[in-house]
């Protein structure tokens, strides 16, 4: 962390037609989540962990991705800032889109960046950690449905 308090973030991005299992073992041998598509410099899509373990087997405890590209897995048209969106408006948009990165875009629509739910909560931890949580909780039990 430099002196400014900006945090700087290697973003790994990879193209469309890269086969999913490589992305996958990409990502776990990162261990990182997302990894934006980009070509000829534009953004193209996202794909999460959970993209990839929608098109995928389970057997035991391996997981085996799709015979299928990056493209034909992805989000398309991700929720996208720029570095001037206010940290606030970020976290309301993925809370509410459910979404646990966000690409950060220039004035000419180039990534510059991706905002993760991880580098939110370490804002947190920096920024208030003496704070406990502010809100109560109610424990709701559901009853397992009966069939006649």
Known sequence: MRADHTMTRTVVVVPPNLPLLNAWELMGRLRIRHLPVVQAGVLLGM???RDVLLRSELEGDEITPADTTVAESMSPAPWVCDRSTHVADIVRTMTERKIDAMPVMDAADKLVGLVT????????????EARPLPFEFEIEEVAPAIRA
């Open 47 to 49: 794909l999460s962990d």
């Open 117 to 128: 739910s991880t580098d939110l909560l370490l804002l947190l931890i920096e920024h208030d």
